[in-house]
Structures are given as C-alpha cells and as structure tokens.
C-alpha cells in the first residue's frame, strides 16, 4: 500500500506463487482516504464489500 505519490505506508511480502489479494484485508486497516485504487488482482467480492463497509 502506498501514497499517492508512490510513499510506501505498509508492505506485506508473501510467496511468489500467492496471490497478492490474500493480503489485503490485512492492508486495509492501513488505508486512509476516500478512493481505492487496486488492479484487476484486487477485483473480488470479498474484498469490495469490506471496502465499500470501511468508514471513510
């Protein structure tokens, strides 16, 4: 997870052949702002409900 300008704010290191989504519940808590940008990587339902469900 990072700024917007690119600031790494937390990094998880997971195995090559894990998917990275597997960590982002974890980053979430992290997250601070208004906007979510993430690739396609990122596009599961689990993880857009828990997004859209974060206070802003």
């Known amino acids: 997870m990072c700024t917007t300008q690119g600031q790494p704010l937390e990094v998880t290191l ?13 980053l979430i808590q ?16 689990h993880l857009v409900v828990r997004v859209r469900r974060a206070p802003s």
């Open 14 to 26: 997971t195995p090559g052949q894990r998917g990275d989504v597997t960590e982002a519940e974890h």
């Open 30 to 45: 992290y997250a601070h702002g208004k906007a979510l940008i993430a690739d396609a990587g990122y596009d599961a339902d």
